[in-house]
């Protein structure tokens, strides 16, 4: 079946400039995350979505990233005046549950560098 | 705040030459220890769920244990198809249901 997916996998912006990455879960999943993964660290959570819920978002490094999933399914990260530290792998997840602890499967991520 | 502390952070084996990797962690309430592979320029891949101490899960090569404190992932005899970034992370009683995770640990077997 159809895992999750990303678009675009790759995004160059110069600094500045607004962009907008789009995550499109497992059908029937209830859960969505963000992650943001730097080279040669593992990932950190950005924001999670229970649905249309976006109940935590305590990851979001400043006021410049911005998520939503309006209809509860598919999800955009949008980051404003993009900089140059935001440059890294964007990655989403999506879990078929909400209250128990159960695995998250991840998308092939979004590499975004900004100049 | 939870924390997880994975090594060595690279490991080189031949192949068939048997290793664990270990992870530590602290956490408020674990409601979940995760491990997951990452190949380069790819998603982490779902491997294990450990719930509580003392249980172990498998699956082919690979073995995960769960103590009060720390995570071992053996691999017995691997494969140059072994070869993968393996990623650990925590699931605690606070911030829903994000993971925190380890920084990785980067194995490559030769063959």
């Known amino acids: 079946g159809a895992g999750v997916s990303q678009s675009p996998r790759y995004k160059v912006a110069k600094r500045g400039q607004d962009v907008a990455l789009r995550c499109d879960p497992i059908?029937?999943?209830?859960?969505l995350f963000w992650y943001q993964q730097a080279l040669g660290q593992g990932p950190e959570f950005l924001t999670y979505?229970?649905?249309?819920?976006?109940?935590?978002k305590s990851g979001l490094p400043s006021d410049r990233f911005f998520a939503e999933r309006p209809e509860g399914s598919v999800s955009t990260l949008k980051i404003q005046r993009t900089q140059q530290e935001d440059s890294a792998v964007y990655l989403c997840a999506s879990s078929p549950r909400r209250e128990v602890p159960f695995e998250q499967f991840f998308g092939p991520g979004t590499r975004l560098t900004v100049l | 705040e939870d924390q997880v502390t994975q090594s060595p952070e690279a490991l080189r084996l031949q192949e068939g030459e048997s290793s664990s990797l270990n992870c530590s962690y602290t956490v408020s309430g674990l409601r979940g220890l995760f491990w997951y592979r990452q190949d380069p320029g790819k998603g982490p891949e779902f491997l294990f769920t450990l719930y509580s101490a003392g249980e172990e899960k498998e699956k082919e090569r690979l073995k995960a244990t769960l103590t009060k404190k720390e995570s071992f992932l053996h691999i017995t005899a691997p494969k140059p198809e072994d070869s993968a970034t393996y990623l650990c992370a925590v699931r605690g009683n606070t911030g829903f249901q994000k993971l925190v995770f380890g920084t990785g640990t980067r194995l490559l077997v030769s063959p």
């Open positions: 059908s029937g999943h209830v859960s």
């Open positions: 979505f229970q649905n249309e819920a976006q109940l935590d």
